[in-house]
């Protein structure tokens, strides 16, 4: 499900729906998304001859899907549809018949576009591979994995690699325990004020009024806007502008998907840090650099929209600095998903960032942030027996001289990048 959900096919209907027959509808946008995933792979095209009933039973469906990857000289694909699908595991059926006559619900459609999607990538050894790393000690292993909090770039599907190692982990770390509904309940107490004030009490008239405007065709109303501090409008417009139209229509940032992914395979999470703690990051912030941060963020959000009554000189600079920032989130999801790992250490600024003393949250976001995550992992790899983990928390963490990984390897661990499948 966590596939599925990553790679738009459902929304939350599945959890509702799951025993209903699919609709037309919903196994044309499940084919689209087959569809758009298929042709990234590059494969060869051929001839598409052929004609398909297709329609909402089981067979149709499977009919559907064929259509999809009849195109492209894939492995075995000229042996018909049922054949093909079953030799690649998308369809078992009950020992005794595929029930192709039956109607086909929305949870098998959903099941057969994702294992179709799943076995066509592995076949071609593709998908996205992550910035991963290795850390051996003391007959322990524990993987690294950076994340880039979004979903940019057709990140989706993950190489089935990654999607092994996620899944027979004994234990997946990440910088919050996202089951933790405690802990989102605290942070989310934070994100609001208590004291009896607003949004329109803390910054300026003008700045609230175009946060209300851009917000409201959300679907948020100024009454909710105004209880929001600025830090947490900022971190949601900051997210909001790294979307672009790649990004799924489910927006799951890969941390998420990598939780779910664990969750559902039974897989132990844990926190390395709580939500109290990265809160108060944030929290502490002062009322200037607040405003300040929430006025860069819209502008982001808003791109040129954003230039308004700026001279031409002016719009030129944001101009050029919206394009720097797009692109080096362009140029990061792309070493993320090759695992170019070298390339994202000397791209990501990781050394201006910590070294910008005017800016209060650069150093909240790296010092004594990076010490606790490298102490996390010595913990994980000092104890006693074989156990194998899998830690994800932002790539930034990981590299540099204060990095998760030089830090594993000045403890004298053995630590290296994931070999390529």
């Known amino acids: 499900m966590a596939d599925s959900y990553a790679l738009g096919l ?22 689209q998304v087959a569809a758009d995933k298929l042709v990234l792979l590059e494969v060869e095209q051929r001839s598409d001859a052929g004609s398909f009933v297709i329609d909402t039973t089981r067979g149709g469906v499977l009919n559907a899907l064929y259509m999809e990857a009849l195109p492209y000289a894939f492995e075995g694909v000229d042996a018909g549809a049922v054949e093909f699908l079953s030799a690649l595991g998308v369809v078992h059926g009950d020992g005794d018949s595929l029930a192709l006559d039956r109607p086909c619900t929305l949870l098998e459609a959903c099941a057969f576009t994702n294992r179709m999607i799943l076995a066509l990538y592995d076949q071609q050894n593709a998908g996205s591979l992550g910035l991963l790393w290795k850390a051996e000690g003391n007959g322990n292993t524990l993987y690294l994995l950076g994340s880039i909090h979004t979903d940019r770039g057709n990140l989706y599907p993950f190489h089935k690699q990654l999607r092994d190692i996620i899944t027979s982990a004994e234990l997946a770390a990440f910088e919050l325990d996202f089951n933790n509904q405690e802990g989102i309940d605290e942070f989310t107490a934070m ?12 910054i300026d008239p003008e700045l609230y009024q175009e946060v209300v405007d851009a917000l409201a065709p959300l679907g948020m109303p100024e009454e909710q806007v105004a209880q929001y501090k600025p830090w947490t409008l900022s971190n949601s417009f900051t997210a909001l502008s790294m979307a672009d139209d790649t990004t799924s229509e489910n927006a799951m940032a890969l941390d998420l998907y990598v939780n779910a992914k664990a969750s559902n395979a039974g897989v132990p999470v844990e926190g390395v840090e709580t939500y109290a703690f990265q809160g108060k990051i944030f929290d502490d912030l002062s009322d200037e650099f607040q405003e300040d941060y929430l006025a860069m963020t819209l502008a982001m959000f808003q791109g040129m ?17 919206l394009k720097e920032q797009y692109d080096a989130v362009d140029r990061w999801m792309e070493q993320w998903k090759t695992r170019d790992v070298e390339a994202f250490a000397k791209d990501y600024p990781k050394d201006d960032i910590q070294g910008d003393a005017t800016n209060e949250l650069n150093a909240k976001l790296f010092e004594g942030r990076d010490p606790n995550m490298i102490a996390w992992a010595d913990r994980y790899l000092k104890q006693e027996g074989r156990h194998t983990g899998i830690m994800t928390v932002g790539a930034g963490h990981m590299v540099g001289n204060t990095g ?15 070999p390529l499948p």
């Open 404 to 418: 998760v990984v030089q830090g594993l390897k000045d403890l004298g661990y053995a630590v290296e990048v994931m």
């Open 10 to 31: 459902v929304g939350d209907e599945i959890y509702t729906d799951h025993s209903k027959p699919v609709t037309q509808e919903q196994l044309d946008k499940m084919t």
């Open 305 to 321: 929209d954003a230039a308004g009554d700026l001279s031409e000189e002016e719009k030129a600079e944001l101009e050029a600095a």
């Open 191 to 202: 994100q609001v004020y208590s004291d009896g004030t607003t949004l329109k009490d803390h």
